[in-house]
T-cell receptor, first 116, second 109 residues
Framework: DAGVIQSPRHEVTEMGQEVTLRCKPI?????LFWYRQTMMRGLELLIY????????DSGMPEDRFSAKMPNASFSTLKIQPSEPRDSAVYFC??????????????FGPGTRLTVT | KNEVEQSPQNLTAQEGEFITINCSYS?????LHWLQQHPGGGIVSLFM???GKKKHGRLIATINIQEKHSSLHITASHPRDSAVYIC???????????FGTGTSLTVIP
């Protein structure tokens, strides 16, 4: 298996533009997680899905952020409009887990977002 | 106040030394994860624990639920172990995850 795939690997955009980050989880995994990592705040969980359904989005910073998982093999994280403080590395991870039980997570390589 | 505290923040060791990284948490949890972030930025999940002890190669992770504490041990450390080690917990009520700020380990040849 290719592992968790994220695209793009790097994104530079201007403030106010829409940004879409993409993630393809490992085939067969039923849970998908979006994380953000900054120097100031470290690693934070933004949202996670189980069986394509958003379970907890309390980590999503504000309404400018939205995430979708239209099917088991694809998820997007969208920021509209983007702001310089959104600059961070965004990781996607997937695992196979039951709803109330955790399991090992496999991380993608991350997308480094820079908003100027 | 952080729900997850790690110590030490930074650690330098000589190759071959036994290393311990500690994680304390203040919330009730269903699971605790140890993550390794390489200098290039990639993240690898090392362990997921809900009780007891797990071992994988030179890595050992233990957890004491009553004391709300976990340790990650590295035996016979090697320069390739140099990385940031992050402790993360999943609450047992709701679905929140909390992360430690990480321990930066450097192993010198």
């Amino acid at each position: 298996d290719a592992g968790v795939i994220q695209s793009p690997r790097h994104e530079v955009t201007e403030m106010g533009q829409e940004v879409t980050l993409r993630c393809k989880p490992i085939s067969g995994h039923n849970s998908l997680f979006w994380y953000r990592q900054t120097m100031m705040r470290g690693l934070e969980l933004l949202i996670y899905f189980n069986n394509n359904v958003p379970i907890d989005d309390s980590g999503m910073p504000e309404d400018r952020f939205s995430a979708k998982m239209p099917n088991a093999s694809f998820s997007t994280l969208k920021i509209q409009p983007s702001e310089p403080r959104d600059s961070a590395v965004y990781f996607c991870a997937s695992s196979f887990a039951l709803l109330d039980r955790g399991n090992e997570q496999y991380f993608g390589p991350g997308t480094r977002l820079t908003v100027t | 106040k952080n729900e997850v505290e790690q110590s030490p923040q930074n650690l330098t060791a000589q190759e071959g030394e036994f290393i311990t990284i500690n994680c304390s948490y203040s919330v009730g949890i269903s699971a605790l994860h140890w993550l390794q972030q390489h200098p290039g930025g990639g993240i690898v999940s090392l362990f997921m624990l809900s009780s007891g002890k797990k071992k994988h190669g030179r890595l050992i992770a233990t957890i004491n639920i009553q004391e709300k504490h976990s340790s990650l041990h590295i035996t016979a450390s090697h320069p390739r172990d140099s990385a940031v080690y992050i402790c993360a917990v999943r609450m047992n009520t709701g679905n929140q995850f909390y992360f430690g700020t990480g321990t930066s380990l450097t192993v010198i040849p």
